[in-house]
């Protein structure tokens, strides 16, 4: 019966290291010098804001970024993790 449950715990580890490699995390900056937002229509991303978050994504270590209108980035840029 012990090796059994030795046996599980080490299964359902493996199977949470596996998934944390392969599940990548966006991350919202929040610290950016500009919002994603438009004066006359704030739901309104331009590309040239698309381009400015993608840079600073990449500044700041990930691997590409947009601007954000999803309910927990909203008006922030949403930046992409590096794949491992």
Same mark, same amino acid.
């Given at each position: 019966m012990n090796r059994l449950i030795l046996f599980l715990i080490l299964c359902f580890t493996f199977l949470l290291i596996i998934q944390k490699a392969t599940?990548?995390?966006?991350? $919202?900056?929040?610290?950016?010098?500009?919002? $994603?937002?438009?004066?006359r229509n704030a739901n309104e991303v331009t590309h040239?804001?698309?381009?400015?978050?993608?840079?600073?994504?990449?500044q700041s270590g990930?691997?590409?970024?947009? $601007?954000?209108?999803?309910?927990?980035?909203?008006?922030?840029?949403? $930046?992409h993790e590096k794949e491992l």
């Open positions: 599940v990548y995390a966006d991350i $919202c900056l929040h610290n950016e010098r500009s919002k $994603c937002t438009q004066a040239e804001e698309n381009v400015q978050c993608n840079h600073l994504c990449i990930h691997a590409s970024g947009h $601007c954000s209108l999803s309910s927990n980035c909203f008006q922030y840029c949403l $930046c």
